[in-house]
């Protein structure tokens, strides 16, 4: 207990997994947190100042189960190991404590173990550190600058940028983080650590001065083995400070163990595609509405064989690119494999059975790995070869794309060396763990051989020596034997036991014990097989722990080429499952070019169409969007849609509104990505932020309502779109009184146009907008074409030029199922609504509507109103009347409704 709390004390903060023999064990407070949160016993055991102390534990062999569990739950743990056998303690005293200390902390953005990581997700540790600058105060919303770094210590992908506290909420959704760091000022932010818990990490305060930027950038160029960063770009002092509190924290919770840290990627304003945190959810890029990936963008193009290559597909797909030339240079990767489709399942079948090469090298760098590591990188080798193969035989017969032929430079030829050692070293299906032995494979080492074969045929080794012994002594009946106290014996009985006791075989045969019926001797030889029995298992799992730490020692020789060969290996699977989506989905190449132009045919929602097809639903109906055309190029839309900057969608609830608007942003962010899109052609010119604000959900936590949401995201939009931004907007103002809403939405629409010049989707039920469409020049109306029939109306899904007359709202709610008297009550206030609007300055419309007392049930169907006009209607016949009888029938009935106004 003096040891623990020792231990203990030097970490307050984190649960302590204290480790006796095959449990760790976890005391007093420690205990009972951990027994609430992982359901198991609490019990206890001895006393501490006369209590007694709260004990619980888990065994070793479940560790990471357990381990996972409390991660999952927000907790740090400090994993407290032996440091010494049992037996050399027992040297300094019979009551010797065991020598133990704190191994690592876990940490939820420091996690390397394949149990307690997602294979297809990153794990990202992030630090922020706001730049000094002369205004202070709140960061969120200004223009105040933050450096970010950001490493996934399982892979040692690293990524460092900076942006403004206006666009940090969309980057820490971006790059979904384990774990944050930021000082203790920054994390006082309400709304900073908000959103550090919307986007799935644990916020963790860090002292001030570790960030320091001269620290940094010397911890950094260890790292990276260089004495000069000019190599990776310039970086900004804000920049290193943030990624020495990084590093040095790394440091802190792996106890001075290095990570490996895979060169820098800049990620800042300019090179990516800015997509804010309330678009990224609207739109459901990674995650849908219920935080599943099932539903998501990502879910649905995800087509990758490798964990790697999944990664590297949610990194561009959070992280769109915004240059033209680096886009269409992946463009013509993915097409070079869409083309060659022998080629590119050759490949994908190659690296279906790679293992994570990435995650296995940190592990072993971090000493966390085992054998199964060794073999996986092996493994990983061979399919890095097997791919270069392929690809070499291609590069001979045509030319590649530069994206291509790079991957190709990258993984030809390397880790040939390593192949072979870890091929000849390892059997093929070893063990977990290394501490159990068994996973050399027979012949690499010939002192293991002998050992092994001590330690596994010791019952034949002895046969053959009592064999030779009972030829050199001529006694048949000699036989060894074996038994605990004396261990390996020779026995005769009585009678033959002479001749071993008389030179010349008294030399070799030594006399041990004599029994009633038998004697017992001893050889030199027997005891020192019987030695060397005796210890062979233990020599064996020795010389396997130097063979395993000689493996891992080559393979930290070659953890840059390693790393390298996993980068471009993910990048290969990546690109290949893009060649497959696009090949397997009827997926077209965009045309990316630096114009205004943003004009698609025959475009898809990717999500809605997978769902209806794995729902063998009917086709999903496509549609075109033309916002705007690149220079010189001439023309009025399609054939059945104009060519405008901004457009007034109008239709029904259940139309296909949301659907249409957000599968155009989808397809912008699938094109920037580099990926072809769902379309029959699409021709995009850059953009440099997708705003997208479709839906509606308060948020109680911060005292919103759900129009003041609908408000601040609205605003956002206004004031941070440009004239290369693509926005869409659904039903802005619906969530306040008609005349206000109406005022907000005309009077937002106007600014898009005159100020911002952004192109517009603008979906609404107000159809006093589309009258902007005659005022403002770059304003069209496009509505969703429905059909009626038999009071019932029939969505085509399909967009048409000009303007919805009615919102068919009543139909929409008979469809949901509302009861028939509040439909049939709604018709008749809907018609006395609209009677007043026609005549306004009148009575209201209500007055002489008493509550539900013109309701009728469906069954019961009656005609008010004008008996006259009634009986004229019930006297035509319509199949019987010529044109001109029925024009002549339709003047009549009118006459008849002036004469005698309904009652």
Request: aromatic content about 6%; some cysteine; proline content about 4%.
């Amino acid at each position: 207990m003096a040891q623990f709390l020792e231990i203990k004390a030097a970490n307050p903060d984190s649960i302590l997994w204290y480790r006796m023999g095959d449990f760790y064990e976890l005391f007093f407070d420690d205990a009972v947190v951990a027994s609430q949160a992982l359901g198991i016993v609490l019990t206890k055991r001895g006393k501490h100042l006369g209590q007694d102390i709260p004990m619980c534990g888990v065994p070793i062999h479940r560790a990471d189960e357990y381990l996972q569990r409390l991660i999952r739950r927000g907790f740090r743990v400090a994993v407290c190991e032996q440091l010494e056998d049992p037996a050399e303690a027992k040297k300094r005293g019979s009551k010797s404590v065991v020598r133990r200390d704190v191994v690592r902390l876990v940490t939820p953005g420091t996690l390397t173990e394949e149990t307690l990581l997602d294979a297809r997700s990153r794990n990202y540790l992030t630090a922020l550190f706001r730049a000094p600058g002369p205004a202070e105060g709140p960061l969120l919303g200004t223009e105040a600058t933050v450096a970010i770094a950001s490493l996934d210590i399982s892979t040692g992908e690293f990524e460092v940028g900076e942006t403004n506290g206006r666009d940090l909420p969309g980057e820490l959704v971006r790059l979904a983080p384990g774990e944050v760091l930021a000082g203790d000022a920054l994390l006082a932010e309400a709304d900073l650590k908000a959103w550090i818990g919307r986007a799935g990490a644990a916020a963790t305060p860090v002292p001030a001065a570790s960030f320091d930027s001269l620290s940094g950038e010397r911890e950094l160029k260890a790292r990276l083995g260089v004495a000069d960063l000019g190599a990776f770009g310039g970086f900004s002092r804000p920049e290193l400070a943030a990624i020495g509190a990084l590093l040095r924290y790394v440091d802190l919770t792996q106890i001075g163990k290095k990570p490996v840290v895979r060169a820098p990627r800049r990620m800042g304003a300019g090179a990516t595609l800015i997509i804010d945190a309330a678009s990224r959810s609207s739109l459901e890029l990674v995650r849908s509405t219920s935080g599943e990936k099932a539903g998501s963008l990502l879910d649905a193009i995800d087509c990758t064989v490798t964990g790697a290559g999944a990664r590297e597909l949610a990194a561009r797909l959070a992280a769109p690119l915004s240059d033209a030339r680096a886009i269409e240079a992946r463009l013509d990767a993915v097409a070079f494999f869409v083309e060659d489709e022998r080629l590119r399942e050759m490949l994908r079948a190659a690296l279906k059975g790679a293992p994570d090469l990435a995650r296995a090298v940190s592990r072993l760098a971090f000493g966390r790995g085992g054998p199964r590591d060794l073999v996986g990188i092996a493994q990983g080798l061979e399919a890095a070869h097997a791919a270069a193969t392929l690809l070499g035989a291609k590069a001979r017969a045509v030319g590649f794309p530069d994206d291509i032929a790079r991957l190709l430079q990258r993984i030809d030829g390397k880790g040939a060396d390593l192949l072979a050692l870890l091929s000849a070293a390892l059997v093929d299906e070893p063990p977990h763990l290394k501490r159990d032995g068994g996973f050399v494979r027979a012949g690499f080492r010939a002192s293991l051989d002998e050992a092994q074969k001590l330690r596994d045929d010791s019952r034949r080794v002895m046969a053959e020596l009592e064999a030779r012994y009972i030829e050199l002594s001529g006694v048949k009946t000699l036989k060894i034997r074996h038994n605990n106290i004396l261990g390996y014996f020779i026995e005769v009985t009585q009678a033959n036991a002479k001749p071993l006791t008389e030179l010349p075989l008294s030399d070799t045969f030594r006399h041990r014990q004599t029994m009633a019926n038998a004697v017992r001797f001893t050889t030199l030889e027997l005891s020192d097989i019987e030695g060397r029995i005796a210890s062979a298992a233990d020599r064996a799992l020795a010389i396997e722990q130097e063979i395993f730490s000689e493996l891992a020692s080559a393979v930290a020789s070659e953890e840059r080429t390693l790393t390298d060969i996993a980068a471009a290996l993910a990048e290969l699977d990546h690109t290949t499952a893009l060649a497959h989506l696009a090949h397997n989905e009827r997926y077209v190449r965009p045309r990316i070019d630096d114009g205004p132009a943003f004009e698609i045919q025959g475009g898809r929602h990717p999500v809605v169409e997978q769902a209806l097809k794995n729902a063998r639903g009917g086709p999903f109906v496509a549609n075109d969007c033309c916002l705007g055309r690149s220079e010189g190029e001439a023309g009025q839309g399609t054939d059945d849609v104009p060519d405008a900057r901004i457009w007034l969608v109008t239709g029904p609830n259940m139309a296909g509104k949301s659907t249409f608007l957000r599968q155009n942003a989808l397809i912008a962010i699938l094109a920037q990505m580099g990926s072809f899109v769902p379309a029959a052609e699409a021709h995009i010119g850059i953009v440099d932020r997708v705003f997208s604000r479709v839906g509606a959900a308060d948020d109680l936590a911060r005292g919103r309502s759900t129009f003041m949401v609908e408000m601040v995201e609205t605003a956002a939009i206004l004031n941070q779109a440009t004239a290369r931004s693509l926005i869409i907007l659904d039903e802005i103002g619906r969530g306040t009184a008609t005349f206000d809403g109406l005022s907000i939405a005309w009077a937002a629409v106007e600014f898009l146009h005159e100020q911002t010049r952004a192109r517009v989707l603008f979906a609404t039920h107000y159809h006093e907008l589309t009258a902007l469409a005659g005022r403002l020049a770059a304003v069209a109306n496009v509505t969703m074409d429905v059909k009626e029939w038999q009071d019932d109306i029939v969505f085509l899904h399909r967009v048409k030029a000009g303007a919805a007359d009615r919102s068919y709202g009543i139909q929409v709610a008979k469809l949901a199922g509302l009861p028939a008297p509040v439909i049939a009550r709604a018709r008749e206030v809907l018609a006395l609504l609209e009677k007043s609007d026609r005549r306004r300055g009148q009575s209201g419309p209500l007055d002489d509507l008493p509550l539900f007392a013109a309701a009728r049930p469906a069954s019961e169907p009656q005609r008010a109103g004008n008996a006259a006009l009634n009986a004229a209607l019930d006297a035509l016949n319509p199949d019987e009347l010529s044109p001109k009888a029925a024009l002549d029938a339709l003047y009549r009935l009118k006459q008849i409704r002036a004469d005698e106004p309904q009652k």
